[in-house]
């Protein structure tokens, strides 16, 4: 098997990501290899007339017309339903296009979970390291 780590970002367990789209910035994530879908903290969810209206960390409604509906395994392993949007994010120096699962984490410590979906073959997480920006 040949190694493709040099092509690798190197991030830690902790990261400062931002949402250009949704103008959310400077918001810490855990990185989380045991995930495998990304999830984000939101306060507010309702379905109108087939829009998706989210508050996430501000009072600032976003309205999405795209968006998807999944079941999920939550952090006490019981599957739920949530709704999906596509955004942009920035990771370690990368700008990518993503998938996040919507959901209270008003309880978790995080708002952003990163979960290995959108790390493979693009970072190395390295669990001493906490807001590499991508080393």
Same mark, same amino acid.
């Given at each position: 098997?040949?190694?493709?780590?040099? +092509?690798?970002?190197?991030?830690?367990?902790?990261?400062?990501?931002?949402?250009?789209?949704?103008?959310?910035?400077?918001?810490?994530?855990?990185?989380?290899?045991?995930?495998?879908?990304?999830?984000?903290?939101?306060?507010?969810?309702?379905?109108? +007339?087939? +829009?998706?209206?989210? +508050?996430?960390?501000?009072?600032?409604?976003?309205?999405?017309?795209?968006?998807?509906?999944?079941?999920?395994?939550?952090?006490?392993?019981?599957?739920?339903?949530?709704?999906?949007?596509?955004?942009?994010?920035?990771?370690?120096?990368?700008?990518?296009?993503?998938?996040?699962?919507?959901?209270?984490?008003?309880?978790?410590?995080?708002?952003?979970?990163?979960?290995?979906?959108?790390?493979?073959?693009?970072?190395?997480?390295?669990?001493?390291?906490?807001?590499?920006?991508?080393?």
């Amino acid at each position: 098997m040949q190694s493709t780590s040099h +092509k690798l970002k190197i991030i830690g367990r902790r990261e400062f990501v931002e949402f250009p789209l949704l103008n959310m910035n400077q918001l810490v994530a855990k990185i989380d290899t045991g995930a495998y879908s990304n999830a984000i903290h939101c306060k507010y969810i309702e379905l109108k +007339k087939d +829009k998706l209206h989210v +508050k996430f960390l501000d009072d600032e409604v976003h309205i999405f017309s795209d968006f998807a509906q999944k079941k999920i395994k939550n952090s006490s392993g019981e599957m739920e339903e949530r709704f999906i949007i596509q955004t942009k994010i920035h990771l370690g120096g990368k700008k990518i296009n993503t998938r996040m699962s919507l959901t209270d984490r008003g309880n978790m410590r995080y708002p952003i979970l990163i979960g290995r979906r959108l790390l493979k073959r693009k970072f190395l997480v390295d669990v001493n390291l906490i807001f590499t920006n991508g080393l």
